[in-house]
């Protein structure tokens, strides 16, 4: 199965300073050994992640590298890997369609891996997550690791499975492989 994570509140603590430096990049605990568990059980993780930090000259595309090579080469030291980044530089106020919550990136995602992402489980800590999760058409889980959840939820919101954080996930994908525990929220 294909599972596709956003960065920020999900592998990694946010920040609403925007993560601008490798060094800003920290690792939220248990989310680099969780995705080494999906590596170990035959799981496919890719990130779709919204990075307009660099659409507004926060921080270069080459600092954006850096950060990511900081967390795969992390990701590595517990045994785990990214099969894909797939990150949206733009402003939003560029009306891109790659930008979530549009579902561009999963779009672009799905062609690329040749799978049906209907079949993807999108793992994200804000509604611009489900949004786009739900617009592709995959399956949607929220984690509380990241923006606040808002109380009460949106409509949309109601019926997407919500975590504490990542590992907990992952044991519930490992659990149950016919994903029967998470429902689709359309």
């Known amino acids: 199965m294909l599972i596709i994570l956003d960065r920020d509140g999900v592998i990694n603590h946010d920040s609403t300073d925007y993560i601008k430096s490798p060094k800003e ?23 779709a992640t919204n990075q307009s930090g660099v659409g507004r000259g926060y921080f270069s595309l ?60 999108v793992v994200g800590d804000s509604l611009r997550d489900i949004e786009a999760a739900q617009a592709a058409g995959c399956i949607a889980v929220l984690v509380e690791t990241g923006k606040p959840i808002p109380s009460p939820l949106p409509l949309k919101m109601q019926k997407v499975p919500i975590f504490s954080n990542l590992a907990q996930v992952v044991e519930g994908v490992l659990g149950d492989a016919s994903l029967g525990n998470f429902s689709r929220s359309h």
């Open 25 to 47: 990049w920290m690792a939220i605990p248990g989310s680099l050994e969780a995705i080494a568990a999906l590596n170990k059980a035959g799981h496919q993780v890719v990130v």
């Open 62 to 121: 080459d600092t954006l590298d850096a950060i990511h090579q900081k967390m795969e080469k992390e990701l590595a030291a517990v045994g785990g890997e990214l099969a894909g980044i797939y990150s949206c530089l733009h402003h939003p106020d560029e009306g891109c369609e790659c930008r979530k919550p549009k579902p561009g990136l999963l779009k672009q995602i799905e062609k690329d891996f040749g799978v049906d992402i209907t079949q993807a489980l």
